[in-house]
């Protein structure tokens, strides 16, 4: 909730609030009137402000600043669990779609219940399988993302894929289609950066685009990095009740061409964006309740 819905919503007044609250007028006269942003606030007025609203301070920083990719859809943790149970395996044919795998969807489908599908490769089915057993791992761990969890996402889906599978890499890979050479990844500016991602005061969703185009464009791991990066991004989704990200056939294209201009450019924007609009799904409640 931002001041200005709050104010909308009780039938407040600036001058009660500041009463309240403690907060100056003038510093909530500044924020009600858009003439200053909370984030240009000093700490404990952050704090008294949020505490007053009875959000958190990350709530309040989100809700206040102008945000491009606020979350689409807050779902509570059965509906968020509901909605992964309903469609992972349309994740999984997601992740074999990245990979350009010869795989349609009844037969990822097919393979994910248990039955052998003739003229799909041995590799493709593994591929399948690892899949669904790192989607296991997101529905039943209750293990905090960072580093380590994503390396585990790693361990499942390269797994007789890969060099070594579950640890970063530690030596040079290319990108084809694209002069791009990302550097060899260090473990505590990893570790870093993804703390940045996750911590950082936009919404759930931006945090979800934002790590599945770090994890893309630094090719943390030797193979199984889109894969991987999926993975990731849909655990931040469901553990904040975001929606999941799956990307359609029809978006493939548009995606495989934002996905190469990032790693020519340096710039995710126009990846992000796309995601966004384009691969963010959540649950019409009205027919799930």
Known sequence: MTLKQYIKENNKKISEISKESGIPYSTLS????????????????????????NITMEELLVSENDNPYPNKYELDRTQSFFLAKKKWDENVYCG???EARAVTFPQ?????????????????ILAIRNMRDAWNYILNSNDKLNLDFICKLNGYIARDESIERGVLRTGNVGISGCDYKPPI????????????????Y???????????????????????NKRTAL???????????CGMMTIKDDYMLGFNER????????????????????AIIGLDLDRCL
């Open 30 to 53: 500044e924020l009600a009137n858009g003439k200053k942003k909370i984030g240009k606030c000093n700490a404990e007025t952050v704090y008294n402000l949020a505490h007053y609203l």
């Open 96 to 98: 074999m779609q990245m």
């Open 108 to 124: 990822t489908k097919t393979i994910l219940e248990g039955v052998n599908v003739p003229n799909v490769s041995l590799d493709d």
């Open 185 to 200: 990844p260090e473990k505590e500016k990893t570790e870093g950066s993804i703390k940045r991602i996750l911590s950082s």
């Open 202 to 224: 936009v919404s759930a969703t931006e945090k979800s685009l934002d790590l599945f185009c770090f994890i893309t464009y630094n090719q943390l791991f030797w193979d199984g």
């Open 231 to 241: 993975a990731a991004a849909n655990k931040v989704l469901l553990d904040h009740g």
């Open 259 to 278: 996905l190469l201009n990032m790693y020519q450019t340096g710039d995710k924007a126009s990846l992000k964006r796309y995601l966004y609009d384009n």
